[in-house]
């Protein structure tokens, strides 16, 4: 099968297209984010992000443009709004040339607060999940394991923990946005 085929179907939603589209750009995206962070879990989450963007947006994707391309310009938004909203980079651009670390060790009570919030309404939102979907966030996000350890933990290929990770996340939005 063609990667235009592969696209076609993909766009219908077709799992193993989907899937297929994963495995054939995985590294690519990945190596490109990780050059650029050199954070390996970092640039796990932002290649997952990654995908999860495609995906929403390949009803938009034009076939004059070359489709890798086009993922690799997505991924490299992603990674730049995931350090913008990263407490983990700590960095700001103030102007060309200098890096500056201004982030507070703690949030002002406020800020507490709104986060208070929105953990509650995302652990809501993860307790909606279905168990295989609703096990691999546990693992990713709240206990913070590696894409290797959950792979062990679970009996999956990495590329199943990243294919259901990919979907437990995409329910997780779903659900979130139906609450709102």
């Known amino acids: 099968m063609t990667l235009e085929n592969i696209i076609l179907e993909a766009k219908k939603g077709k799992r193993n297209a989907q899937n297929a589209v994963i495995e054939l750009l995985w590294n690519k995206v990945y190596s490109y984010v990780w050059g650029k962070i050199k954070n390996e879990e970092e640039a796990e989450d932002i290649t997952i992000e990654t995908f999860t963007k495609v995906f929403a947006k390949l009803k938009l994707y034009n076939q004059d443009f070359d489709f890798t391309t086009w993922v690799i310009s997505i991924a490299h938004n992603t990674m730049i709004d ?18 500056l670390n201004v982030l507070e060790d703690q949030p002002s009570p406020e800020e507490y607060l709104i986060l208070k919030q929105d953990n509650d309404k995302l652990t809501e939102a993860i307790d909606k999940l279905k168990d295989p979907y609703k ?46």
């Open 82 to 99: 995931h350090i913008r909203k990263s407490s983990k980079f700590g960095i700001s651009i103030y102007d060309e040339t200098q890096l």
């Open 135 to 180: 096990r691999i966030i546990e693992l990713r996000y709240i206990e913070d394991k590696t894409y290797k350890e959950i792979a062990d933990e679970l009996n999956l290929s990495l590329a199943n923990v990243k294919v259901r990770l990919l979907r437990a996340k995409q329910l997780l939005i779903d659900i979130m946005k139906s609450n709102i």
